[in-house]
């Protein structure tokens, strides 16, 4: 029962993941696309928001998110 269960979920997941999706991509921010106003998120990429702050090796608090943005800005 559990190889049927499991044979079915992949088989939905795959005919879900077969939508066709076609357009001009918009960046959102490092995690996120948007096609004709349908925002993707994309699997297994975790990326800094845009003001989210981290703490430096000295414990100082700074916009990680901003200086992420702008070096891939600058790429």
């Not at 999706?21 to 096609?35: F, M, N, P, V, W």
């Not at 993707?40 to 928001?49: S, Y």
């Not at 703490?55 to 998110?65: I, R, S, V």
Request: charged share 25%; aromatic share 6%.
């Amino acid at each position: 029962m559990r190889y049927f269960l499991t044979i079915l979920f992949l088989s939905i997941t795959t005919l879900v993941a077969a939508d066709e999706i076609k357009g001009r991509a918009t960046i959102i921010d490092g995690d996120t696309i948007e096609i004709n106003k349908k925002r993707i998120r994309l699997h297994g990429i975790d990326a800094t928001e845009r003001n989210q702050t981290c703490q430096n090796k000295n414990g100082q608090t700074y916009f990680c998110g901003n200086v992420a943005t702008d070096m891939l800005s600058n790429l």
